[in-house]
T-cell receptor, first 114, second 112 residues
Framework: DVKVTQSSRYLVKRTGEKVFLECVQD?????MFWYRQDPGLGLRLIYF???????EKGDIPEGYSVSREKKERFSLILESASTNQTSMYLC?????????????FGSGTQLSVL | GNSVTQMEGPVTLSEEAFLTINCTYT??????LFWYVQYPGEGLQLLLK?????DKGSNKGFEATYRKETTSFHLEKGSVQVSDSAVYFC???????????FGSGTRLSIRP
């Protein structure tokens, strides 16, 4: 089975801190994604990546950046955390085109910014 | 733009009841349609999908039919179980950029 592992299940940070969320997948997938999940808003795409060192902005990239130095690892960076970034963050991976493949999700990181 | 609208929850049913969760979409072209499920404490996982008009996706007793004329992809199950309690997300896949657009999710609770 494909496994997508997020480094932390719960994280508490202070306003202004730099925050790193790590995600690793073990199935050699080309595509990796970061979503945030908020009640009533569903999942919103922050950034995605098609390949190593490639990145594309999603729908809500402001306040975030990403890094993909290795194929299996995709990091989400909050340069200066703010309270409105308190959310559940979900990492996902996939291979191939969206019509033929499915997203595999990690269990999520619940981030609280105080 | 492209979007997915699904019925607001929470939805509470008794075990063995019939389930419908409505989903409609707005999209140009011919997207694929998906239902994902999120069990408590877990990430999302694909429940079923349909890639073209009139296709029916099915899995674990759940079904959904891709209706282009009504731009809908309603999720149905004939007899729900307590283990079906979860949050259900309708989604569409738009061919440019391999992104998937999700609805807001519907929380389903099944009473024994």
């Amino acid at each position: 089975d494909v496994k997508v592992t997020q480094s932390s299940r719960y994280l508490v940070k202070r306003t202004g801190e730099k925050v790193f969320l790590e995600c690793v997948q073990d199935m050699d997938h080309e595509n990796m994604f970061w979503y945030r999940q908020d009640p009533g808003l569903g999942l919103r795409l922050i950034y995605f990546s098609y390949d190593v060192k490639m990145k594309e902005k999603g729908d809500i990239p402001e306040g975030y950046s990403v890094s993909r130095e290795k194929k299996e690892r995709f990091s989400l960076i909050l340069e200066s955390a703010s309270t409105n970034q308190t959310s559940m963050y979900l990492c996902a991976s996939s291979t191939g085109t969206v019509h033929n493949e499915k997203l595999f999700f990690g269990s999520g990181t619940q981030l609280s910014v105080l | 733009g492209n979007s997915v609208t699904q019925m607001e929850g929470p939805v509470t049913l008794s075990e063995e009841a019939f389930l419908t969760i409505n989903c409609t979409y707005t999209a140009t072209g011919y997207p694929s349609l998906f239902w994902y499920v999120q069990y408590p404490g877990e990430g999302l996982q694909l429940l079923l999908k349909a890639t073209k008009a009139d296709d029916k996706g099915s899995n674990k007793g759940f079904e959904a039919t891709y209706r282009k004329e009504t731009t809908s992809f309603h999720l149905e199950k004939g007899s729900v179980q307590v283990s079906d309690s979860a949050v259900y997300f309708c989604a569409l896949g738009y061919s440019s950029a391999s992104k998937i657009i999700f609805g807001s999710g519907t929380r389903l609770s099944i009473r024994p």
